[in-house]
Each structure stands twice: as C-alpha cells, then as structure tokens.
C-alpha cells in the first residue's frame, strides 16, 4: 500500500505544488501525494513552466486548503517554509513530520528570465531534497537513515 504524503506551504502556490508533482514523477510507485497552503492563492504560472521543463505537468492542479484534508490519516505531512511551521506545527492525521525550508520563488523581482532561473533553481533544491528524504535503501526512506525510529525509548531505567 502506498503511503500518503501531504506538502504544505503558505499559498500552494509553487514549493508545495513542484514537490507535489516532483514526488509523484520520481516515487509515484509508492507514494500517494498531495499539497495544500495555509493560505492558497493559486498555482504559478512559472511553477508550471519550470516543472514542464523536466517533463512533468502540474497544469491541472489548483491550490488547495489544508482543511481539505482534515482527518484524512496521512503518512508524512512535510512543510516547505518556515511560515507554514510555525502556522501549521502540527497536522491532525500525520504520523511523521518533515520540514525544509526553500526559498518562496514567488516573491523573487525581476524580469521573466530572472524569475523562471529562481524558480528552476528551486525546483532543483526540493528535488534533490525529496531524493535524500524519500529515496528507497533497504526498502526504507533514507529518511530513516539519518533519523532511525525506535519503538520504545527508556529516558530512566530504574533498579
């Protein structure tokens, strides 16, 4: 059964959507993927072109409330900006919590060319980001590599 992993940031707009469609191309086998923003607005048009670059096509998503998924029982729900944290620190329904902050692409100024390089270098950033978390070793996420889980913790052992 795949897992079901839930991207938040501020407005659903561009980190949470190219990790949404990153995720998907590159694990879509085992993981069912979602996004949503505290906040949505609506997906960028630049987040769109960028992703279509690399062959992926996030043209049919729509931003997206994290109401939404409420009490849906989620894997790992993963923010992607400090906002998103500190607004949303804890996600009814999630097992395990993920964080990395990136840039918000959609704040950059600039000219077209300026603003379509920010948001490919973004975009990059949460690839290789995603590879390390959710990349497959020993049929486990590497995330476990760095953070084994231990199923019972002794704080005091007592005699």
């Known amino acids: 059964m ?6 938040i940031c501020t ?7 190219i990790a949404e469609g990153l995720l998907r191309s590159m ?10 923003g505290t906040q949505p607005s609506r997906v960028s048009p630049y987040a769109i072109k960028v992703m279509a670059e690399v062959g ?11 109401d939404v998924f409420y009490g849906i029982k989620l894997d790992y729900v993963v923010t992607v900006c400090n906002q998103a944290k500190e607004s949303c620190p804890f996600f009814q329904g999630g ?10 692409p959609s704040q950059v100024e600039g000219s077209e060319e300026e603003k379509l390089a920010i948001f490919r270098q973004i975009r ?9 978390a959710f990349g497959k070793k020993d049929n486990k996420p590497l995330i476990y590599q760095f953070f084994p889980r231990t199923k019972k913790l002794r704080w005091c052992v007592c005699s």
């Open 56 to 66: 992926i096509d996030i043209s049919s998503h729509h931003a997206k409330h994290i």
């Open 124 to 132: 990059d950033q949460i690839g290789s980001w995603i590879e390390k």
């Open 95 to 104: 097992k395990e919590y993920l964080h990395s902050n990136f840039e918000d």
């Open 27 to 36: 694990y879509g086998n085992r993981y069912e993927v979602y996004s949503a």
């Open 2 to 7: 795949k897992k079901k992993v839930l991207f």
């Open 11 to 17: 407005h659903n707009s561009a980190r949470s959507q």
